[in-house]
């Protein structure tokens, strides 16, 4: 008697945690009358009320607050700026989190992940409009490109600073 006893009880302490992660009523299922069970006691209650943690990134903790800045309008998010403005700021939240935690590779995957996106759009910005590539790295605080060579023809990437540099030193 007693080991079917324990088995319900094993079998209701996993039954009762499955339903709380899937954020369902345990007592719907299980009348409290039938079994003299309380729902306040220690038994049902899981050592935290936080759903169960996941690894995935979920955008939690990003400054979004330069995102309006170069956005084309308010509800834009799909414009080369604005992913740029996006991207940008999680690249400054992945940096604050590798600076505490140095061998999280994965971190740091992502990291250069994020930064070969950033430069392949800031690449497309720049051949497409120039202007808004400027005040995109300037609202940004982003460097400017290096020099790029593109077949056979050394073609130079920067900024107004560099452009004003360079055509100064001539």
Do not use: W
Request: aromatic share 10%.
């Amino acid at each position: 008697m007693e080991t079917n006893r324990r088995r319900f009880f094993s079998f209701l302490s996993f039954f009762v945690r499955r339903q709380q992660q899937r954020r369902l009523d345990f007592f719907s299922f299980f009348p409290s009358h039938l079994f003299n069970l309380n729902p306040s006691s220690s038994f049902f209650l899981l050592s935290s009320s936080q759903p169960p943690h996941s690894a995935r990134y979920r955008g939690v903790g990003t400054d979004l607050s330069k995102v309006p800045l170069v956005a084309r309008s308010p509800t834009d998010s799909g414009s080369t700026e604005a992913q740029v403005a996006r991207l940008s700021a999680r690249v400054i939240q992945l940096t604050a989190h590798l600076k505490e935690h140095k061998k999280d590779y994965g971190a740091t995957r992502g990291l250069m992940a994020i930064l070969g996106q950033r430069r392949r759009l800031l690449r497309y910005l720049f051949k497409k409009d120039r202007a808004c590539y400027e005040k995109t790295i300037a609202t940004l605080n982003v460097r400017p490109l290096k020099a790029q060579s593109s077949r056979g023809v050394f073609v130079k990437l920067g900024g107004a600073a560099a452009t004003a540099a360079a055509e100064g030193t001539q």
